[in-house]
């Protein structure tokens, strides 16, 4: 049973599309996360949801919209997808900030999208 | 800002040690992690070590940390090619938010 789950594990899209990525976890965590990964393989923190509310929300545009129905689901949407956004987003999940054991994140197998 | 730097590039000889090292910027780091990057696949984390630690060793793995230099190296006993995989140096701190910074991660080559 796949600890953290993201789907699809290949986008391949058209610039201009709208798509969505969804991710969800079953280790009862309270924090969930998305990163990106470029080409260079340096890995970004996009958000970070604790209990369904946003806590981290770096300089991302405005084009990307995480949403959180509940705390085990963390999804990604993208309007009016751009080149630049081809690269691997990785959905993560942890204990949150209450975890006294070092708060170890739980990364999904990434998603790979390439906008042509 | 917060930063946390790694060297790019590290090639040893199967059955040689590994030395990857890393540096950070904020001193109210709590925990500092290492991650492993297989191809094809999210982070797994390796080990960590609280900030109040100089070292953490378990089995091939020694993490060093010298907080006073704000270094942190891991060293891989016996590398193995299957050890190849790209390392990530990441440091956890509280802005309020618990933020995790990840450095760029260093690619390790093993040479059989």
Same mark, same amino acid.
């Given at each position: 049973?796949?600890?953290?789950? +993201?789907?699809?594990?290949?986008?391949?899209?058209?610039?201009?599309?709208?798509?969505?990525?969804?991710?969800?976890?079953?280790?009862?965590?309270?924090?969930?996360?998305?990163?990106?990964?470029?080409?260079?393989?340096?890995?970004?923190?996009?958000?970070?949801?604790?209990?369904?509310?946003?806590?981290?929300?770096?300089?991302?545009?405005?084009?990307?919209?995480?949403?959180?129905?509940?705390?085990?689901?963390?999804?990604?949407?993208?309007?009016?997808?751009?080149?630049?956004?081809?690269?691997?987003?990785?959905?993560?999940?942890?204990?949150?900030?209450?975890?006294?054991?070092?708060?170890?994140?739980?990364?999904?197998?990434?998603?790979?999208?390439?906008?042509? | 800002?917060?930063?946390?730097? +790694?060297?790019?590039?590290?090639?040893?000889?199967?059955?040689?040690?590994?030395?990857?090292?890393?540096?950070?910027?904020?001193?109210?780091?709590?925990?500092?992690?290492?991650?492993?990057?297989?191809?094809?696949?999210?982070?797994?984390?390796?080990?960590?070590?609280?900030?109040?630690?100089?070292?953490? +060793?378990?089995?091939?793995?020694?993490?060093?940390?010298?907080?006073?230099?704000?270094?942190?190296?891991?060293?891989?006993?016996?590398?193995?090619?299957?050890?190849?995989?790209?390392?990530?140096?990441?440091?956890?701190?509280?802005?309020?938010?618990?933020?995790?910074?990840?450095?760029?991660?260093?690619?390790?080559?093993?040479?059989?």
């Amino acid at each position: 049973d796949t600890a953290v789950s +993201q789907t699809p594990k290949y986008l391949v899209t058209q610039m201009g599309n709208d798509k969505s990525i969804k991710c969800e976890q079953n280790l009862g965590h309270d924090t969930m996360y998305w990163y990106k990964q470029d080409s260079k393989k340096f890995l970004k923190i996009m958000f970070s949801y604790n209990n369904k509310e946003l806590i981290i929300n770096e300089t991302v545009p405005n084009r990307f919209s995480p949403k959180s129905p509940d705390k085990a689901h963390l999804n990604l949407h993208i309007n009016s997808l751009e080149l630049g956004d081809s690269a691997v987003y990785f959905c993560a999940s942890s204990q949150g900030r209450i975890s006294g054991y070092g708060d170890i994140q739980y990364f999904g197998a990434g998603t790979r999208l390439s906008v042509l | 800002g917060e930063d946390v730097e +790694q060297s790019l590039f590290l090639s040893v000889r199967e059955g040689d040690s590994s030395v990857i090292n890393c540096t950070y910027t904020d001193s109210s780091s709590t925990y500092l992690y290492w991650y492993k990057q297989e191809p094809g696949a999210g982070l797994q984390l390796l080990t960590y070590i609280f900030s109040n630690m100089d070292m953490k +060793q378990d089995q091939r793995l020694t993490v060093l940390l010298n907080k006073k230099d704000k270094h942190l190296s891991l060293r891989i006993a016996d590398t193995q090619t299957g050890d190849s995989a790209i390392y990530f140096c990441a440091e956890r701190y509280d802005t309020g938010g618990f933020k995790t910074i990840f450095g760029a991660g260093t690619r390790l080559f093993v040479k059989a």
